[in-house]
């Protein structure tokens, strides 16, 4: 049962169980490690600020890292136009940074490994572009789907492809994470697995792949992260500055 | 007193420095690991949403299976053209 790479996956249940209607609102693994990220998010950023000091100490030092981080991506990618959505991007950065930081931690559950928690974030983030581009630019929105220099001939097939190439961003978006995310953390729990079975004589070479892999887990956490707010804000940056 | 306007100097020295950079690094690296992670994910996705779409809609006018081959083609061009889209705004910037 412990050598089952898929093992680390299963959500439990914590505590009672609670029914509203057919849908079962109980308190999982899965929750515990949302609201152990979420307040350790909190809890990093309001002792990185409490003190104002004008030399920073590490923890505000850090705090002010990730800020300048997050704003110069979005004036970098979507413009001035973006600012309003800083709070929102950033606070997408943190949480996913979080989840697979926290999920690195043996012993821990990778929130992020799992398609439903990705793609909820996603869609979301889908249905708030859209709505987004929508409120800027009313029905001239939807000239995203029909680039102009067509032929008309061509047109009704080149809008039918745009809308799908439209619809498949939360499902790539959604499944990059997730896909990352599972298969890092299968294969960290496979060469564990190599290391027992191999004993003291063998075990040394996957456990050394497993140090490696474990280093390169720890950049795929950040990676993914970067690439899901720089992608939201890219999105953002269609919805807000309409030009095809 | 002097020490603090000396710290005053040192700081507008380096805010200066700061925004030189930051306009020197807008027109040069923009976001290329951000665009090159999104091509391979995107051309799937596409395949994957054109035929979705095609098996609900064969389901809707009863007509299996010949939407959900036409969507098939139609996926897998969109995916084309999210990386050509992609590849092109790739370009631009540099």
Not at chain 1, 64 to 69: D, S, V
Not at chain 1, 105 to 132: D, E, G, K, R, W
Not at chain 2, 6 to 18: D, H
Request: aromatic share 14%; proline share 4%; net charge positive.
């Amino acid at each position: 049962m412990a050598t089952n790479p898929m093992h680390q996956f299963i959500v439990h249940r914590i505590g009672p169980e609670i029914k509203l209607g057919n849908i079962d609102l109980s308190f999982t693994n899965s929750s515990l490690f949302m609201l152990i990220s979420a307040i350790s998010i909190c809890a990093f950023l309001f002792l990185g600020t409490k003190e104002k000091k004008l030399i920073p100490g590490k923890l505000q030092l850090l705090s002010e890292l990730f800020y300048n981080f997050i704003a110069k991506m979005i004036s970098d990618t979507a413009g001035s136009k973006a600012k309003p959505y800083f709070p929102f991007i950033f606070s997408l950065f943190m949480f996913v940074l979080f989840c697979n930081m926290i999920g690195m931690l043996p012993y821990s559950f990778t929130v992020t490994s799992h398609i439903i928690v990705t793609l909820l974030l996603a869609i979301f983030i889908f249905i708030a572009v859209t709505v987004i581009g929508f409120m800027k630019h009313g029905f001239g929105y939807l000239k995203l789907f029909v680039p102009s220099g067509v032929p008309a001939l061509l047109l009704p097939l080149i809008t039918v492809i745009e809308i799908i190439s439209y619809l498949s961003r939360p499902v790539s978006l959604s499944v990059r994470l997730f896909a990352n995310m599972m298969a890092g953390h299968t294969m960290l729990k496979v060469f564990g697995g190599f290391v027992i079975s191999l004993g003291l004589l063998g075990g040394w070479l996957p456990l050394g792949f497993s140090v490696a892999l474990t280093g390169l887990e720890i950049l795929v956490a950040f990676l993914q992260a970067y690439v899901f707010a720089i992608l939201t804000c890219i999105y953002l940056n269609d919805a807000l500055n309409l030009h095809h | 007193m002097d020490n603090n306007k000396s710290f005053k100097t040192r700081l507008e020295i380096e805010k200066s420095k700061i925004n030189k950079q930051s306009i020197r690094d807008d027109k040069e690296r923009g976001s290329f690991i951000g665009f090159a992670l999104k091509l391979g994910t995107e051309f799937v996705a596409a395949v994957v949403v054109g035929t979705i779409i095609g098996f609900i809609l064969d389901g809707w006018f009863d007509t299996k299976p010949w939407l959900i081959i036409i969507f098939f083609f139609l996926g897998a061009a969109a995916g084309m053209s999210n990386i050509v889209k992609t590849a092109k705004k790739m370009q631009e910037k540099n």
